[in-house]
């Protein structure tokens, strides 16, 4: 059987009467998928004029929701583009990148 489940949202007791919500999401696949497509990419291709011809990364929503509680997105609106670009940028956010180079 083939898992459906996408994103899994689990309640735990904080120990203080409160709840903590933690939300996890399996990324394997778009890390596989950002992999292919970053090995396959062609450096000498130009940047689209195109607004939506520059592929650099896919992101998983659990990713943009850390990234909506930094301040740095809004939904999937940026709203902080210097740090946005310092995140794709950071060496630890590599695995959803599908370009390489700096943004």
């Known amino acids: ?3 459906t489940e996408f994103r899994r949202t689990v309640a735990h007791a904080d120990g203080d009467g409160g709840v903590v919500y933690e939300t996890r999401q399996d990324v394997s696949g778009i890390i596989e998928q950002n992999q ?3 090995n396959q990419y062609d450096e000498r291709a130009k940047w689209s004029g ?3 011809g520059n592929k650099v990364a ?3 929503l659990t ?3 850390d990234l909506n509680k ?3 997105m809004r939904g999937f609106h940026v709203l ?3 740090r ?3 995140w794709l940028n950071n060496p630890d956010n590599r695995f959803f990148r599908t370009r390489p180079g700096n943004i």
């Open 1 to 3: 059987m083939e898992n």
């Open 36 to 38: 292919r497509e970053f």
């Open 50 to 52: 195109d607004v939506y």
């Open 58 to 60: 896919s992101i998983p």
């Open 63 to 65: 990713v943009i929701d």
């Open 70 to 72: 930094q301040g740095i």
């Open 80 to 82: 902080d583009e210097k």
């Open 84 to 86: 946005f670009r310092a």
